[in-house]
């Protein structure tokens, strides 16, 4: 069995925490590591292969570094250019196996998911088995405990061709309404949709070549025309645009006679938005949840987070307040759902909140916008030891840079030279120049931009050791170089 763990996802709904740049799953939203870490190591039982990951190539080297706190390896790494949802994701990585004459069980995850019990996933895993060794193609569902109208639901029915605990889907239903839900609840035959499955790898391709060619089709042609570099497999661009973008559920889950539904009961959660970040974790007398610098007065069954600043509320209830560096969101619970609506009225805006927080990651470490303003920005850059930034230059600014710790190689023109604390230098406009850490600590250091332009596209990378291709983009019409 090898698990197809998709971290594709952008996690809308928790923003300001989740931004396109740095999705849920790699955030610790419950315990010590991040959703994509916890899916890993629930997977390290027997019978269980290396998995394949499938992720936006945006986020390659954020996996790659959490793979590496785990040690974790995997069988291979799928990046893909943009998301066609879940159907193409699956189909590729069945289509990569099938390359390599292999045909194993699939165990398709969402890498954004909690689930409390182990011993009970497990136990579901292997029942699921059962039936897709004989060809049936299993959906994990969720015992639907409460009337929840943030999931889609699927009704079961008994099927003496199935393994006893397996029953077939009779029927797929959207988010139902409030009512709806309720009588979904009360009759005992629906499941939450957990959106995890198991099936055999040429099933799902036959199942998806008969209900969805097109998609198919798009797959097998962008993975003839994907680069292999180690464990990454790069899906090429230009035919991988073609494909549509469809949910396994919908290309064949829904279409096939062959669904069937395992009862995953193992304190499953999508956490979703942040009414789910608050039902998962403990609450105070008054059922609140806080992280951070946090005081309430007078408040009960709130959700408060803070990143930074102190976050005070008097006299609420039922209210989630989401503080970070560069943005606060503020929200009754029961509406929570609509914080996606929000977040495509600021992306159509062309806000950049929702794309990256102030500290953006790079592969070499990280940067933090401190203070931006008329023809200056600061920013707290960290590098990783044995990091390095591109080699570069920039057109329209020049740079200063002051080390706090750690020890800076500095390339500038035909000068390299190395920087301790408390030292600093400086980088003319249009200076080919590029940063390194030597040492075996983080290299931190502030950094001062000056020039009639500031922006993040006035780089032309000369020399790059993490493989990033030259982006060239017509900058705006300004003063060049003194």
């Known amino acids: 069995m090898i698990p197809v763990i998709l971290s594709g996802g952008c996690g809308s709904r928790l923003w300001p925490l989740s931004r396109r740049q740095f999705p849920k799953q790699f955030l610790v939203l419950t315990g010590e590591h991040t959703l994509f870490q916890q899916t890993l190591q629930r997977l390290a039982f027997e019978g269980m292969q290396a998995p394949l990951l499938v992720c936006n190539k945006d986020h390659r080297f954020i996996v790659q570094d959490q793979l590496a706190e785990l040690k974790f390896t995997t069988q291979a790494i799928l990046l893909e250019p943009f998301g066609r949802n879940t159907a193409p994701a699956v189909a590729i990585a069945a289509m990569q196996l099938s390359n390599d004459g292999r045909d194993e069980l699939l165990l398709v995850l969402p890498s954004d998911h909690v689930l409390e019990n182990q011993e009970a996933f497990q136990q579901a895993v292997a029942l699921a088995s059962d039936a897709a060794e004989n060809g049936e193609m299993v959906l994990f569902g969720v015992p639907a405990s409460r009337p929840e109208t943030g999931y889609g639901y699927i009704r079961s029915e008994p099927d003496a061709q199935l393994p006893e605990g397996v029953s077939r889907v009779a029927q797929f239903v959207e988010k139902p309404d409030a009512q709806r839900a309720r009588e979904f609840v009360q009759s005992g035959d629906y499941f939450w949709n957990s959106g995890m499955f198991l099936f055999q790898a040429s099933r799902y391709l036959e199942e998806l070549k008969e209900h969805a060619p097109e998609i ?27 494909c549509p973008e ?5 290309a064949v889950m829904e279409k096939t006679a062959r669904a069937c539904v ?7 959660s999508d956490v979703g938005c942040w009414a789910s970040i608050w039902d998962v974790h403990e609450k105070d007398a008054d059922g ?15 959700l408060v987070h803070g990143i930074g600043k102190l976050v005070s509320v008097i006299g609420l209830e039922g209210i989630v307040v989401v503080e970070t560096k560069d943005a606060i969101m503020i929200s009754r619970k029961d509406r929570v759902q609509e914080v996606k609506q929000l977040v495509e009225r600021l992306k159509a805006q062309g806000r950049s909140e929702t794309e990256n927080h102030c500290q953006v990651y790079r592969p070499w470490g990280s940067y933090d916008s401190v203070d931006t303003g008329g023809r200056f920005q600061v920013k707290h850059i960290t590098v990783n030891p044995g990091g390095q930034l591109s080699l570069q230059m920039h057109h329209h600014r020049a740079e200063h840079w002051i080390v706090v710790s750690g020890t800076a190689q500095v390339t500038c023109d035909d000068k390299v030279f190395l920087l301790t604390e408390n030292q600093s230098t400086y980088i003319p406009i ?11 600590i983080p290299l931190v250091l502030i950094e001062v931009q000056t020039g009639s332009y500031l922006g993040e596209d006035d780089i032309t990378r000369l020399d790059d050791v993490y493989g990033r291709s030259e982006e060239h983009v017509e900058l705006p019409d300004l003063p060049g170089p003194p």
């Open 216 to 242: 198919h089709d798009a797959c097998q042609q962008a993975l003839e025309h994907s680069k292999r570099n180690g464990e990454y497999i790069e899906i090429d661009e230009t035919t991988f645009a073609s």
């Open 246 to 250: 469809n949910s396994i559920d919908y």
């Open 262 to 268: 395992v009862p995953l009961d193992a304190g499953w």
């Open 288 to 302: 609140n949840v806080i992280k951070g610098d946090v005081v309430l007065q007078d408040s009960r069954n709130c």
């Open 430 to 440: 249009a200076s080919v120049h590029r940063l390194s850490n030597p040492g075996k």
